[in-house]
């Protein structure tokens, strides 16, 4: 008989061979056990002590398993799923002129936003993402998509000084803008609305300083693409005379609450304008790599001090919402392009895929991390598989060998979200029907290569 | 009623979404069948075609699936599965010296490298891929368990002019050949013994031309490392006065039975060389990344003409054996590199990993294609999958979307060797417990970080 009287706790997941913390410490507990009370960690540490401390409800034992914080994906368009592998391995400017552009506006809808949205949080769910920031049009579907994935999300609103297919009057964007505040779900606490400023060369300076008051206005996270290719950079140059982290800077747009997707060709002087406002920044490899635009120097940022989490992008450039192969590729290719085997270490990347992330895109007090009084986003690894065996370092095996399929139990708010690989709030084969449907549509037309 | 009399077959899959060939038209058939006897395929066609001719004694109906021709990995260290993850991030002198080689010497044993091999196997064909290349020593051991397994492979014996695990007295290794060349089980066609020079910089001009003539003498593909890191380019040119391609040219060890593993820093006039010469190449990027030996010029090797296929190398430095994601990975990084996003297109790299790897590892008369004569060596993908869908381009998808978890069935000489995800050759619940065994022993006395 127990000598204390226990705490309650609504579950205890136990026996963990590791669990991976990713807090300031980097603490690994193997074994390791967590108790969870109201969708919140009270407690992290050894089976035995938390055995002793807490009277669970509910008790999962997952001995082979890896447990770790659910990942967060920094830089997504979700609804763009439905053009996922539409067009590959194209010059940039066909790609978005005979492709994206025209697909785009002839399908994107809120019904084409919400179920695009669907997929990619089926997508993500399944594979260890709890938390995503995206960027595109009618956010306000995307936001329902999420709500009821019950996935973490920040939805921000796209703003250009073109017509889109939700503002096709530029003139009519602030309109549109308080439209989708005043329309944004309030009925989940896990969803946060967002601007999404597309980039500073398809926005003017005013659009950018009024979007980021607005921002500053309600503390929303401010979001923009910036220096993603060579191109932007010239014509910025060519524009305003200076860089375009510089010329950001001038508008008084950078600051902790300003989140920088891509940055893939900055200089020293704006990697230091970045950690001296406090920016964060998106690394997007995989979608830098395949539209063959660059590779963001990453081990220079990260010394630097910004805080940089992994983003996907949309899944028309990568093609999938996979931060397992994100994390893998972000450990390696910073290696090569700096001639050091050191850099991006295993344990950097996971923090990147993580805590980093959670901090860029405002969520870093609720989530990123296994801690007393953040909010029970977890991720489980079953590792009882050949190409994760033998295992000798935990943060090793996720980083260079785990892989999204590996995923077996995924919680968000302490909900289980996903159990033994099965999502369980969408139903996917239907879904993955109605995608179907929507696909042969926006097929139909479309001049295949 | 037929009016036709039919001719019998062993099995037929059939009603498969899309089968892609990977023949020198790149035909795909959508949907497609395939009808298989004694090993061979012996048709390939579209469902209806083929059921009005064939009679099969079992029909497998794969809607809902792509099949594409068994992966073929034309560089892999099988026995080095066991080091999987056992240092990772540092210096390449330390993660050798103080790591790795230490490993080898007081490890690699014949138990070690039929274990490892075991496991290598496991992981790879339960990842779709049908054909392996691998170098180690001990390799008769690595045979053995190749052959357990039912996977095609060529087994090369590791030479070095310095003491080996199983040459411990380097004056001794014609011996362990010629006992190697003896030993070599003659069980199955499925295998080939081949010699693997570790490289220029290891083994002697004699060494290497001793090698070459015993290859050419029995018919078998020679293997080499060749220029992986600058620190080699530059040994050689110091010791010989030349390139290490050049090198092995003066030395006649060049022709279409030679196969140069990585290739990183190569010149013009070497990739002139070893298209001259008929010389394959193994491109094994995610090792060259992870070890931050640099990016081979694959777009300028394929423009030559030379055949490259894809490798893993070993789990020491990658840390799995996935051909999908080097597929992925392979179809990204040349874009960036090279600032063109239409090299390296997914066609490309999936006859990389195919056809043009089996032509590499001398295989190409029997596999890495779905032609009539081949040899029945298959992957059925699974892509009733929310990260596959939609699907407009199934070659697309193969190479930027799939996983190696996708894999449901695979057939090696039409031999069912994996079925719904589950390998039949090999009791794995029980591999991973041994493997585990070993790793123990291996992990102490280790020095850990």
Chains 1, 2 share one sequence.
């Not at 949205?117 to 956010?139: A, K, N, P, Q």
């Not at 989490?309 to 590729?329: H, I, K, Q, R, V």
């Amino acid at each position: 008989m127990d000598r204390h009287e226990k705490t309650p706790a609504d579950f205890l997941i136990t026996c963990v061979d590791h669990v991976i913390t990713c807090d300031d410490t980097f603490q690994v507990f193997s074994p390791g056990a967590i108790a969870v009370h109201q969708g919140t960690i009270v407690a992290v540490g050894t089976p035995c002590e938390l055995h002793q401390r807490y009277e669970a409800k509910e008790t999962v034992t997952l001995s082979g398993h890896i447990v770790l914080p659910g990942l967060v994906n920094t830089h997504v368009h979700g609804a763009m799923s439905l053009f996922r592998g539409l067009a590959d391995d194209l010059p940039l400017d066909r790609w978005l002129h005979e492709h994206i552009f025209p697909a785009e506006s002839r399908h994107v809808q809120p019904d084409f936003v919400f179920l695009g949205t669907l997929l990619s949080c089926t997508e993500m769910l399944l594979g260890g993402t709890t938390c995503f920031c995206d960027g595109y049009f009618f956010e306000e579907a995307a936001a329902q998509a999420a709500d009821l994935c019950g996935i973490r999300a920040v939805l921000g609103q796209g703003i250009l000084d073109f017509p889109t297919p939700d503002a096709p009057d530029p003139k009519a964007v602030r309109h549109r803008i308080q439209a989708f505040l005043e329309n944004f779900p309030r009925t989940s606490a896990r969803l946060r609305p967002s601007l999404f400023c597309h980039a500073p060369y398809t926005c003017s300076p005013e659009t950018l300083q009024w979007a980021k008051a607005v921002c500053t206005d309600r503390g929303m996270l401010f979001q923009i693409h910036v220096s993603e290719t060579r191109w932007e950079v010239e014509t910025i140059r060519s524009r305003y005379g200076t860089s375009p982290v510089a010329h950001l800077e001038r508008l008084g747009i950078l600051d902790d609450q300003t989140l920088c997707a891509h940055a893939v060709w900055i200089d020293d002087q704006e990697i230091h304008l970045l950690a001296e406002t406090g920016a964060c920044m998106a690394h997007c490899v995989e979608s830098n790599l395949k539209l063959a635009s660059g590779i963001a120097p990453i081990p220079a940022v990260l010394k630097a001090g910004i805080p940089v989490g992994l983003g996907t992008d949309g899944c028309a450039s990568n093609n999938d919402l996979d931060l397992f192969s994100e994390m893998s590729l972000t450990a390696r290719v910073h290696k090569a392009v700096t001639g050091n085997p050191t850099v991006c270490d295993a344990r950097r990347v996971l923090l990147m895929a993580t805590r980093m992330g959670a901090h860029a895109v405002g969520w870093g007090a609720a989530t990123g991390s296994l801690e007393v009084g953040k909010k029970a986003d977890m991720v489980a690894l079953d590792m009882e598989r050949a190409h994760l065996c033998p295992l000798y370092d935990p943060t090793s095996h996720v980083v260079y060998a785990a892989r999204a399929s590996d995923v077996r139990h995924v919680w968000v708010d302490g909900v289980p979200v996903v159990r033994d690989g099965v999502l369980k709030t969408v139903d996917v084969p239907n879904l993955l029907r109605e995608v179907r449907k929507a696909a042969a549509v926006i097929a139909e037309g479309m001049f295949f290569r």
